[in-house]
């Protein structure tokens, strides 16, 4: 069963940057679709971004532009880089395999404000 690690989560002013990390133990993700999510208070789980085995990659509409998936299948670990961020950023973040296989981890926290 793959365990899933996200860090990296904190308070940014908006227009700041931060960059979030998963770590994937166990089989790990060398040969699936990764994806970064997120999820907002009384909102529904969304998918922001993902990025295939060879890397290509695929941004949601609201973050094309400003995000930044990437991915290192020898670690075992998935990063989102997020540029010019808005408040409506503000999410708890999470990554799954895209379709979802995994059970969730806990995510960590996005606050976008001044």
């Known amino acids: 069963q793959v365990q899933l690690v996200e860090s990296g989560g904190g308070l940014v002013q908006p227009g700041g940057s931060l960059r979030v990390s998963c770590t994937a133990s166990g089989s790990g993700i060398r040969f699936n679709i990764m994806g970064w999510y997120r999820q907002a208070p009384g909102k529904q789980r969304e998918l922001v971004a993902r990025?295939?085995?060879?890397?290509?990659?695929f941004y949601a509409d609201s973050v094309k532009g400003r995000f930044a998936i990437s991915r290192d299948n020898a670690k075992n670990t998935v990063t989102l880089q997020m540029n010019s961020l808005k408040p409506e950023d503000s999410a708890v973040y999470y990554c799954?395999?895209?379709?979802?296989?995994?059970?969730w981890g806990p995510g960590t926290q996005v606050t976008v404000s001044s």
């Open positions: 799954n395999t895209s379709p979802i296989k995994w059970d």
């Open positions: 990025i295939l085995s060879g890397g290509n990659t």
